[in-house]
């Protein structure tokens, strides 16, 4: 062998070996998949194990069929892409939803029956417990519901639900009875927890009455000090559960209303060691007026593009929201936290208002028009004037308007379904929508981080490892461990949605990550550990947060 060929023989696997070494830019563009259908309308969506979506709809006449009438709630296998009917007695109609600190899922609220051949029962104070269920395929998982043994203090159509730092769940407005507006007659001004606190009392909230009409599913976040931000119409505030004192906040500058019927939706950004810092983003909305009567509205009145960011200390709140337009006005869009840390933006049309049946000029029975087909990243991290960017992104061809949702998935892509603004089952324009569609990430089935070994429960403060494998090529100093809590998708709100970055050191393939500090930092409960190294994501693995007891119970 020639010297030159025998230096050729050294130096160029060397040079193969670092340049493998280096951090190299990964493909960005991500693909739109078509995969299943839901069976009954994907109203309310949330992840409930490494499988399994849940999905809560109205009762309406669904082709999916139970027994022997039309279903109105489902689990979808995000494996098989196949749906399993599930068994309601209440009508889900509009609720909202949270998990305890025990891993078990709870529906409350709801609507009155609507359909007696489907032998509904009134569903207004709705408790409906989903226990955790183990089965991958979801044999055996039921939900309880029996509202003559379980159910609400109050009747609450639209209301929100969170889960907060002691665990327990908290359930926000709503109103008793309905229509496109919320009224001073009907509204219910005032907050319940479950397990009940001091003996089942129901909290008086001023907030939920001066913020009458557009204040149903408020937007709401438990905070790192165990405050509630609680955000309606074009209001703000942050709640004390402890002293029952609302502190309110700056309004939403330019007049934009950002709850239903004006639906924008709102993201906790993520939460960073050591000080979670908390700060909240509220996009999309409208300004049309909550005082008209809805005929004077119209399907074509352009949405908000508004996003208004606000960071929620003494100096943030001074310093007021900051303003930032998106590419594209939205009504009813979704905020999916990434596990990067972006919040992609998705669903909703850029014309119109939430709700069905109430404008003069509705498509079908929408009061929404022009669908926005592209999503959009939002960049937190990103200087201003360079957050939003759709770069890498498909466009979809089915329209997401009212009665949509979003979430993310333990696989790490974002499933998205529903769509109905309808009465009932529809097939004319923006028809009652099964199909699911996944927005996949580019590394999803190439160039993944691996994290394995994690113990099912991480205590408050603990420190636990796990052993990772990470592709040659990604620059481990980039390594993030993000905790999540996936949330509950219900009328573009995602309530107990989360990410945590926990801090980690890594040695050889041993990671050692530090649990977060606290309930108020991570309300205990369910959640899921991604692994993200250079902006690629591990799929989630689920792990219990805190104890995994239940929730406390007060006389
Ligand atoms: C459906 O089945 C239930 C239980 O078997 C029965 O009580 C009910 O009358 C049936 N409803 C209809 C519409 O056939
Ligand atoms: C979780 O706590 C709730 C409220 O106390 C209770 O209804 C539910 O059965 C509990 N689930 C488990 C799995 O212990």
Redesign the pocket.
Known sequence: MSPLLQLLRVCVPLLAALLARAARPLPTQWTLAQQGTTGVSAMQLAIVSPTLAIIFDKVEANPLQIGNHSAWAALFNLETFTTTALSLTSNSFCAGGTF?????L?DVGGNGVVSPQDEDTNGFQGLR?F??CNDPNGAGCTVFDNPTTLKLAKSRWYPTALRISDG?AMVIGGTAAGGFLNTAGAGQFSYEF??PKNGGAVVASPFLQDTLFANLFPIAFSLPDGTVFIAANTASMIYNIQTNTETRLPPFPNGVRVTYPMTGTGVLLPLSPPNYTPEVLICGGSTASDTVSPSTLSSQMPASAQCARMTLTSAGIAAGWAVEQMPQPRIMPEGVMLPDGRVLIINGGTTGVAGYGNVPNQIGQSNADNPAFTPVFYTPTAATGSRFSSAGLPTSNIPRLYHSTATLTPLGNVMVAGSNPNVDFSTRKYPTEYRVEFFSPPFITTTRPVISGLPGQIGFGSTITATVAIPAGLDLTTIQVSLMDLGFATHATHSQGRLVFLTSTLSGTTLTIHGPPNGGVYPPGPGWVFLVVQGAWSTGTRVMVGSGG??P?SS
């Open positions: 305890l600190s025990n891993g078990t709870i417990i226990e955790p327990s479950f397990p239940s929730p119970v």
